[in-house]
């Protein structure tokens, strides 16, 4: 008899790809089918948009609808649909105008009470209703302030399916009715800390400060209390803020994972899951949908393992991929889903089982064979990744309880990093890389870029020595150009190269 | 006779005059077999539509087109087969389709009436 379309957006990882809803009224006794490949909470969808209906005072006729969700190969979940599935039936029954729903994308949903409920992902979704070029976009109250994060589109935040349906042009009253709220996320600890906390440990600190500004993986190692943990989270407080276009990723990402988001987070993440996390943990998961893991949560941040030697192998063998590509994939039957992944990967771990390998006035009790199977628990593919291999050792007593001379602040730091970003950036403006942890090996050894063979010395004696591979060479070089970045030089000296090849080496006990 | 089926005859009344106004020919009411009962059957162009009528005082208790549901659909088709078998002159050359009439009204005769043409 007649049909009406809306849109609506299905989610598979954080990208967005918009459905079309369309509804059919034919006469025959009533039925309501919804087809397209829903899952079970989508097909649940005919009860809810029934009632919602009946209680919003806004009768569907009695006759068969069927809904189908173009297109139809895609598989979709979740209740978000609810919203759009309610309107293209009212319009097609002829409550609404199917005109005015049919340049409008619909997100939420429904309540037995006609009440609109909030759904996790609104701001993927959101996203990419404005780059597909649509003008208007409703979607529940309780998202409101995370929809409108996302600029050049109409937002509208709507309490109940009446006032979507009066805006739409139905001759009903709107009841007054409590939004329903978005569920309050957990409590993120504002972080009061700083690096001046950091007592007694220059040369960690200014380690850290070269990772943030080169955007180089960094292995912390040392006995328990010399402040691994600390130091690792400081280290998004010194990394530049989030550009306007990564922020929109991080926080696409956490409301994926079902977390409200209520403005922009500047700050970088950090993740830190715990070291018994599963590889569907760390990378993502989920047999319909797709949930980011930590490897996700941390794009754009850092992702901190500590105690790295006790994660199984597999799980931290499932980084390597994505510290390559920036790009970690989840496959399942029917879909595959893609989170970005650009993370700095910081490791922290013991020297052996008990910690007190190497430790000065400490005895080890391990014996040596598990010092040496422990020490191999990241394997060598990873440990080629990290740039930055730095022993911390604890703070002497004296140092600890003398006069602090005051340390380097937080504040101080992103300074320095930023400048030395800044810098980088400028020199490779011709590349398509902007930090010195992704440039390519062989731009550094060749080329304009090469250094003269008195400053190469060092590494050049340690790679014919066999101390050190090409890959590992390479790594030299690019800690050895954030240092001369950090230290404003156009290029680095010996000086830098020494202190780079010291970091890749760890301090000498 | 029970009110409700009082109810129900009077709204199959209703049916029979409203399908002969609109051109229908009422071929027979109540026809019954071992399977069940069909409403009415009646001709029209070409087909032998098998109506079933639904009545209903109000739609408290639902609209009477939600009574009929597939298992209902899939008697009445064996119904209409074994109509059609014991009347094959009155088949011959038409195509058989199930129609619905719901009418709803405390009093049928003066209700609201529906009518489904050509139910699946």
Redesign the interface.
Known sequence: MSTARTWAVALTGVDGHLVEVEADLS????EFRIIGLPDKSLGEAVQRVHNACKNSGLDLP??RFTVNLSPASLPKHGAGFDLGIAVASLAAGGAIDPRSIAATVHVGELGLDGRIRPVPGVLPAVFAAARAGFGTVIVPRGNEEEARLVPGLEVRAATSLAEVAVWHGADIDVPEVLPVEASAGPVREETAVDLQDVVGQEDAVEALVVAAAGGHHMLLSGPPGAGKTMLARRLPGIMPPLGDHESLEVASIRSLSGEPVAALDRVPPLESPHHSASVAALVGGGSRTARPGAIARAHCGVLFLDEAAEFSRVALDALRQPLESGVIEVHRAGFTAAFPARFQLLLAMNPCPCGNHGVRGAECICPPMAIRRYSTRLSGPLRDRIDIDLQVSRVSASRAMGESTAGMTTSEARTRVSAARERAARRWRSTRWRRNADIPGTWLRQGTLRLPATVRAPLDRALERGALTLRGYDRVLRVAWTMADLGELDRPGLEEVGRALHLRRGLPR | MAAKDELGRAGEERAAQYLTRIGYTVLARNWRCVQGEIDIIASHDGHLAVVEVKTRRTAVFG?P??A??PRK?RRLWQLAQAWVAEHPDAARGRVVRLE?IGIIGADPAQGTLEH??D??
């Not at chain 1, 006469?27 to 009533?30: I, K, L, V």
Request: a positive charge.
């Open positions: 006469n025959q006794t009533p009695r006759r | 609209h087109f939600e009929i549901d659909r619905a489904l043409v139910i699946a």
